[in-house]
């Protein structure tokens, strides 16, 4: 048996007793407030919690002390949202716990929780983040894993019949389709404006004048870059 294995349970944190108190409404987004709660002596309920892993879940339990009977269940996950730290004491938090329904659905509450030593809270509080970090890495190492496995696999196929590795596709900044011919042809011509309001026609060049452009130009002309001027002189 693995920790893989959703029938699988570990304890992550014991604390052999804690309080549950009533939550009144929230009375601002910044968060709760344990000071808000009333009388601390007149808890709701007192027993033992514990935190367990179950397979990729965790979940917190809320039992009694000496039966271990089921008082509240709060599920937790990678979010941390069933947990909430209340702003004016480490001591308390409030819990969103679940309960199933007849219908098959799930009832949330939530409820507040504190501890008596400030030690079990420390201690709660860091079964919880353990917890939160393992499942990160695990969840890295496995996306590692595939991207390997896809890796090699690729490799084993070689190039596919695209002349592609399997890895990467065309290039998206090559256009689709036959390439074009944008040559002059024989005969045409276009315009080009040069500075000083001139103009140039340039036309396609024939065999026979193409060759001869090519001596001039082997023979120390300029050849097609000198239809360009110089760009203009500044004039004090």
């Known amino acids: 048996m693995s920790a893989s294995d959703p029938t699988y349970e570990s304890v992550l944190f014991v604390a052999r007793e804690c309080f549950v108190y009533r939550v009144p409404p929230r009375t601002s987004t910044a968060g709760y407030k344990a000071g808000e709660w009333g009388d601390m002596e007149a808890f709701l309920w007192k027993g033992r919690l514990r935190v367990m892993e179950k397979g990729s879940k965790c979940e917190i339990r809320l039992e009694d002390s000496d039966t271990g009977e089921l008082f509240a269940l709060s599920p937790y996950d ?69 991207g390997l496995v896809r890796r090699q696999k690729a490799a084993a196929a070689g190039p596919s019949d695209d002349g592609q590795d399997g890895l990467t596709g065309p290039s998206p900044h090559i256009p689709a389709g036959p390439k074009k011919d944008f040559s002059l042809k024989e005969g045409e011509t276009f315009s080009i404006k040069l500075p000083g309001g001139g103009g140039r026609k340039i036309g396609g060049l024939s065999s026979s004048s193409a ?9 120390g002309g300029v050849g097609f870059g000198g239809l360009l001027p110089p760009p203009p002189s500044k004039r004090g």
């Open 78 to 146: 990678i979010s941390g949202t069933s947990v909430e730290p209340v702003l004016d004491s480490s001591r308390y938090f409030v819990l969103r716990v679940e309960s199933d329904q007849p219908s098959g659905g799930k009832k949330k509450a939530y409820i507040g929780m504190g501890f008596q030593d400030r030690s079990d809270s420390f201690d709660f509080n860091v079964a919880l983040q353990d917890w939160t970090n393992t499942l990160i890495e695990t969840f890295d190492r496995l996306i590692l894993t595939l």
């Open 211 to 219: 060759s001869a452009s090519g001596s001039k130009s082997s023979g």
